[in-house]
């Protein structure tokens, strides 16, 4: 089973931009699958944000602002939340995941943005 | 408006059993596979089992496959996952998630219920 790899903890100030990482082991190719990522904030379920496979081929969440999208570093094998911006409602834990076809989804171990 | 009502959580003792319930309403439920995903307290999400519209299709998490049963009723708007030889790792708050699937497109948990916290403990 696939371990993807999130830092415990990231900060950015108000009107700055966050960039979440996701990293993929080396013996899978993040190029090869969708990224979903995922909004929790305290006391709340998840919050599906959006999916990001190619430049054409990503989906955003329904009623989740244009501020959050979705990329990929090849080079690091990464997938990346990007959310400019910022606000400080957007201060939560933020989860990645990849669906394998034929074996089970396997979420990141999250990411708690602060905004400062 | 897209509605998934958890219950059935509680306290019990390690090697009982429970039965977790989701009410669904504000979609036609038996279109949508379903699944059940859980938190431990302070730790991150885990995928536990999915169950497809028609449950043709049901997988399960290694940490729980022989233990948990997933079903549903879809005459009833209801999803169910039956734990049976409850472990004191098994303690978490238990999600109902639907799956959106259409042509070219599949989003997991595009809808998440508020959740039931299962406490496996003496």
């Known amino acids: 089973q696939p371990v993807l790899t999130q830092p415990p903890s990231s900060s950015a100030s108000p009107g700055e931009s966050a960039r979440l990482t996701c990293t993929l082991p080396s013996d899978i190719n993040v190029g090869s699958y969708n990224i979903y990522w995922y909004q929790q904030k305290p006391g709340s379920p998840p919050r599906y944000l959006l999916y990001y496979y190619s430049d054409s081929d990503k989906g955003q969440g329904s009623g989740v602002p244009s501020r959050f999208s979705g990329s990929k570093d090849a080079s690091a094998n990464t997938g990346i939340l990007l959310i400019s911006g910022l606000q400080s409602e957007d201060e939560a834990d933020y989860y990645c995941m990849i669906w394998p076809s034929n074996a089970p989804r396997v979420f990141g171990g999250g990411t708690k943005l602060t905004v400062l | 408006e897209v509605q998934l009502v958890e219950s059935g959580g509680g306290l019990v003792k390690p090697g009982g059993s429970l039965r977790l319930s989701c009410a669904a309403s504000?979609?036609?439920?038996?279109?949508?596979?379903m699944n059940w995903v859980r938190q431990a307290p302070g730790k991150g999400l885990e995928w536990v089992s999915s169950?497809?519209?028609?449950?043709?299709?049901?997988y399960y998490a290694d940490s729980v496959k022989g233990r948990f049963t997933i079903s549903r009723d879809n005459a009833k708007n209801s999803l169910y996952l039956q734990m049976n030889s409850l472990r004191a790792e098994d303690t978490a708050v238990y999600y109902c998630?639907?799956?959106?699937?259409?042509?070219?497109?599949?989003?997991?948990?595009?809808?998440w219920g508020q959740g039931t916290l299962v406490t496996v403990s003496s």
């Open positions: 998630a639907r799956d959106y699937t259409a042509v070219a497109v599949n989003i997991p948990g595009d809808y």
């Open positions: 169950i497809s519209s028609s449950s043709s299709y049901i």
């Open positions: 504000g979609f036609t439920f038996s279109s949508y596979s």
